[in-house]
């Protein structure tokens, strides 16, 4: 959103800090996300539920056709809350409890995509246990590093997750043996905040590999969930509100084109550039080297800046003033509680509203009530 299209009048009386989102822009995202896969009609994408599970958001996204992609007993409750088919729910993490697995078999979703043979034991003797059988993707460890946050790369083989890329086939075999278990194809998942398509392009090649050499063992692939992963600009918000869906499918079109069935997981890309958290100076601190703009949000309420060193650009919403430099802090006992060190902003007084922006993805939905702080509320545009 430009600086002066937020709607500083209605605003003001509600309590920052809060998340303003466009559902405008999420509405033309989705439409984009639509468009491009109009000549895949059999490929879907799963919403990544954790990057933001406001019940609005959801809805809309669930409207729009989308399924969810889950990663706990709570997420599934809110998925289905929002309308989202239980059919469309698939169902990964790597320490999912017995309630939830319970909880998940019940409601019938998708898939379970299930990351080790320890769970795929548990899995079929709960499915049994209440006649049931549950599909199930094996999540695939393919060993590949996506150049972005250290935090946040998930796909290399020594991370926690998944089944390494070389050592799966007796856990297909098994999958095909356990009664109460359906075997239905392959997960992914290389990282998160990705912008260098070649690290999707690694994982396509990786997935043909790893597919050629089941096929010549005589094991079924079954259908592939490529995971999600696509980046934002957190630093051009303006120039680039909509994430680069045909480049990214483009590769997937490309590389596993003849595939009939192909999922994806997004998040960040769908929602982050529809988010921005709103908050408001308190005070402004001449400090011995610098000059602090405190404001009212935390990193309880945004955390990725103290948590990855993230970067989101800020503005003064309410100031044509000269620019100066201001290190943008919050009111929490921790040193770091920081959005960002000598962001240039427009001169800040006392109660100017703040826009963080791009924080619509892992802001709401990682906010904490750290320090007895209330949880940021949400606004949406009319
Ligand atoms: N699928 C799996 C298996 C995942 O682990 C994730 C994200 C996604 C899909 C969705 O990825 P996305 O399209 O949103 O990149 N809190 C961090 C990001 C953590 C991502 C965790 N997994 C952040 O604030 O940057």
């Not at 937020?6 to 822009?25: A, K, Q, W």
């Not at 006649?131 to 972005?148: C, E, F, M, Q, Y």
């Not at 595939?259 to 982050?272: I, M, P, Y």
Request: charged share 20%.
């Amino acid at each position: 959103m430009l600086k002066g299209s937020y709607p500083l009048d209605r605003f003001d009386g509600l309590r920052t800090p809060f998340y303003y989102y466009d559902t405008n822009l999420l509405a033309l995202t989705l439409e984009t996300v639509r468009t491009a896969l109009q000549d895949r009609p059999s490929w879907q994408v799963h919403y990544a539920v954790k990057a933001n599970h406001n019940q609005r958001i959801l809805s809309q996204i669930a409207q729009a056709g989308l399924g969810a992609d889950c990663v706990s007993g709570g997420e599934i409750k809110a998925a289905l809350d929002a309308g989202f088919p239980a059919s469309s729910i698939v169902y990964a993490g790597v320490g999912k409890a017995d309630w939830e697995i319970d909880l998940a078999l019940e409601a019938g979703v998708g898939r379970f995509n299930v990351e080790s043979s320890a769970e795929l034991r548990i899995l079929s003797e709960r499915a049994a246990a209440k006649g049931l059988v549950a599909p199930v993707s094996l999540r695939v460890n393919p060993d590949i590093g996506a150049h972005t946050l250290a935090g946040i790369t998930t796909g290399l083989a020594e991370n926690k997750f998944g089944i390494y890329h070389g050592a799966l086939e007796p856990v297909i075999r098994e999958a095909l043996e356990l009664p109460a278990i359906r075997y239905c194809g392959l997960h992914f998942h290389i990282g998160s905040q990705i912008l260098d398509m070649s690290d999707f392009v690694a994982l396509c090649n990786r997935i043909n590999d790893l597919t050629t050499r089941l096929e010549r063992l005589r094991l079924p692939v079954g259908d592939i969930n490529v995971g999600g992963g696509l980046g934002i600009e957190y630093e051009h918000p303006n120039h680039l509100p909509i994430a680069d869906f045909n480049g990214y499918f483009g590769v997937f079109k490309r590389l596993l084109g003849t595939r009939a069935d192909v999922h994806f997981e997004l998040g960040r890309s769908l929602v982050a550039p529809c988010g921005t958290l709103i908050t408001r100076v308190l005070y402004v601190k001449e400090g011995v080297a610098r000059t602090f703009a405190i404001v009212d949000a935390g990193m309880n309420d945004l955390v990725r800046p103290a948590m990855y060193h993230a970067y989101h650009r800020i503005e003064n919403l309410s100031s044509d003033g000269p620019e100066r430099p201001y290190d943008v802090v919050g009111p929490i006992c921790e040193s770091s509680d920081v959005f960002g060190k000598g962001v240039v902003l427009n001169e800040c007084r006392r109660g100017d509203y703040i826009a963080i922006r791009s924080a619509g993805a892992y802001g709401e939905s990682m906010a904490s009530t750290y320090n007895c702080r209330a949880l940021p509320g949400a606004v949406f545009t009319e």
